[in-house]
């Protein structure tokens, strides 16, 4: 038995959620919003901030 899935979906992805959809399963997406989706729950994430928080991260170790 599921309790629920989580996806991290590619663009190419949405296709499949209509499948995933129909399980009755409940479904978090993160990281993406499919408007064509609106039932589904999602967590969003600002990229640019993640990379420049890494990136500093990186360059704080002495990495260049």
Known sequence: NVDGIILYP????GKN??????LGI???????????IPNMSYVAFDETRI??????????????
Do not use: D
């Open 10 to 13: 590619s663009i190419n992805s």
């Open 17 to 22: 959620f209509e499948h995933v959809e129909k």
């Open 26 to 36: 409940p479904v978090i997406l993160i990281g993406k919003y499919f408007e064509f």
């Open 51 to 64: 990379g420049y928080i890494s990136a500093e991260y990186i360059l704080s170790l002495g990495h260049r």
